[in-house]
């Protein structure tokens, strides 16, 4: 015959609190080890499986003389689970503000990116400029060995700008992590927020 599975923790949480339901009496912990095998729970781990309902707010303990003594009511549970149900609702209260807060900050960085003709001449004179500056780096690339200190502090700064541009890449993708885990609902308005402000699917880090 295989050998009987032994009572996993909430098992034993339960049949613990079935002891103190059933009676609504007040318990010293050597009362609860003898209590406890008769339930499935070694006396050995009674008293870490009752401070776990202690320290949950499921069995209260107090101290009278010099004798400790546990104690619990179904009120208890129901308590506890009011507790808990309370710090949800907070908790989803803040997730919907900060949803809000977010989708308002989405609006507020497409300001001023509809398509205009003033948009469309100032990418044409970035443009320009990238050209520009392509053309400057490369005449500045034939004067390399000419002046190394020069080129060792371009070095330096693509080196810098490399690893802030994976250090901002790497917050993107925290902060797409997190609006997917706390905003599940919302997963296709999320990816056509993300397409909108270049978060494409092709966006990597640096090599």
């Given at each position: ?8 923790l909430?098992?034993k949480?339960?049949q ?8 609504q ?6 009362e609860?080890?003898k209590?406890?095998p008769?339930r499935?729970?070694i ?5 870490d499986?009752?401070q776990?309902?202690?320290d949950?707010?499921?069995?209260l ?13 179904p009120s ?5 689970l ?15 503000k900060?949803y ?5 900050h ?6 001023g ?18 050209v ?21 502090a371009?070095?330096d ?9 994976n ?8 902060l797409q ?31």
């Amino acid at each position: 015959m295989s050998k009987k599975r032994g009572l996993s923790l909430e098992e034993k949480r339960e049949q613990m609190l079935q002891i103190f339901y059933k009676s609504q009496d007040f318990y010293l912990l050597k009362e609860l080890e003898k209590l406890g095998p008769k339930r499935g729970v070694i006396s050995q781990s009674v008293k870490d499986v009752v401070q776990s309902l202690v320290d949950d707010d499921l069995v209260l303990k107090d101290k009278i003389g010099t004798s400790v003594y546990f104690w619990s009511l179904p009120s208890c549970a129901g308590n506890q689970l009011r507790n808990t149900y309370n710090k949800l609702e907070s908790d989803l209260s803040n997730s919907k503000k900060r949803y809000v807060e977010l989708v308002e900050h989405r609006d507020n960085l497409k300001r001023g990116r509809e398509d205009s003709e003033e948009r469309e001449s100032a990418l044409e004179e970035l443009k320009a400029v990238e050209v520009h500056h392509k053309k400057l780096k490369e005449e500045l690339a034939a004067y390399a060995d000419s002046d190394p200190a020069a080129v060792e502090a371009m070095k330096d700064a693509i080196d810098v700008a490399h690893s802030a541009a994976n250090r901002w890449t790497d917050n993107i993708f925290t902060l797409q992590q997190w609006c997917s885990t706390t905003f599940p609902q919302a997963k296709e308005q999320l990816e056509h927020m993300y397409r909108e402000v270049g978060i494409t699917e092709d966006f990597e880090y640096l090599q």
